[in-house]
């Protein structure tokens, strides 16, 4: 079992930065490929982002691609999720997931965070 908290939500103006965490505990983190996905109301869960095991691998959804950075230290078991440029279409709670294989579909992911959400005011 892996377990997957992530923080760093909150409001944002446009134009501005946040950045996503997800800290693992439980089994071993970099045995995992992290991807990131987001979710906003009325609409279904979209890949946003995702990391290899070693983090030498990353993915990014086109909407995002430039903005977004997504990374991992694997000694601190965390994933992170920096978010530059926000705009009002990036308003969704953020979830972070990890498992056997980097994707942009949520089937290979086995764990799941809560999520975070992410609000950005125009």
């Known amino acids: 079992q892996v377990q997957l908290v992530e923080s760093g939500g909150g409001l944002v103006q446009a134009g501005g930065s946040l950045r996503l965490s997800c800290e693992a505990s439980?089994?071993?983190?970099?045995?995992?490929?992290v991807g990131w996905f987001r979710q906003a109301p009325g609409k279904e869960r979209d890949f946003v982002a995702g990391v290899s095991r070693d983090g030498g691998t990353t993915y990014y959804a086109d909407s995002v691609k430039g903005r977004f950075t997504i990374s991992r230290d694997n000694a601190k078991r965390t994933g992170y999720l920096q978010m530059n440029s926000l705009n009002a279409e990036d308003t969704a709670v953020y979830y972070c997931?990890?498992?056997?294989?980097?994707?942009?579909?949520?089937?290979?992911?086995?764990?799941w965070g809560q999520g975070t959400q992410v609000t950005v005011s125009s």
């Open positions: 439980g089994r071993t983190f970099s045995g995992y490929a």
């Open positions: 997931a990890a498992g056997g294989a980097l994707s942009k579909y949520s089937n290979p992911y086995i764990y």
